[in-house]
């Protein structure tokens, strides 16, 4: 079984209410051989919710309590992002997830890239932090721009 951003599905659960579809994997929840999951929201967030990044570092920083995940307006929303992070482990254990598919870019999700901190639209190399969890009880994460190796695999 597969885990997938919910965005990625189509739901409308990003930080300013849209979705981020994916045709490929809208299929694979239709087939039934996926499951779709949004760390923010099982962390306690609404959508819409303000943009955040992380500050000081990436997914595996903010782990190790040496970076967090800051909203921009300031306010520090680094236990939510880490509550919804176990909340996707505990779901990809549950349905004995070999790979998790999760949208770039984003401060739970992204796999390879993430933006910089500064809210600047810039990105950099790192990933957030529930990509980092799931890589460290061995949970293989990729992103949307990935799919095709997991499709033709």
């Known amino acids: 079984m597969i885990l997938v951003s919910s965005c990625l599905a189509g ?6 209410g849209t979705h981020s579809l994916n045709q490929t ?4 929840i239709e087939q039934n051989k996926a ?3 949004c760390p923010e929201l099982l962390g306690g967030f609404f959508t819409p919710r303000e943009p ?11 782990l190790d309590g040496k970076a967090k ?3 921009k307006s300031g306010r520090d929303v680094t236990d939510m992002y880490i509550k919804g992070a176990y909340a996707a482990l505990e779901k990809a254990q549950d349905i004995h997830a070999t790979t998790v598919v999760l949208k ?4 739970s999700c992204g796999s390879a890239m993430i933006y910089n901190g500064r809210f600047e639209n810039e990105k950099m190399t790192g990933n ?4 980092a969890l799931l890589t460290r009880h061995g949970i293989r994460v ?8 997991l499709v033709v695999s």
């Open 104 to 107: 770039e870019y984003s401060p």
């Open 25 to 28: 994997i809208r299929e694979l």
């Open 52 to 62: 955040a990044e992380i500050i000081g570092g990436d997914g595996d920083d903010v």
């Open 128 to 131: 957030g932090v529930t990509t």
């Open 11 to 16: 739901m409308e659960v990003r930080y300013n």
């Open 69 to 71: 995940v800051v909203e």
């Open 35 to 37: 499951v779709s999951v």
């Open 142 to 149: 990729i992103s949307e721009e990935q799919l095709a190796e």
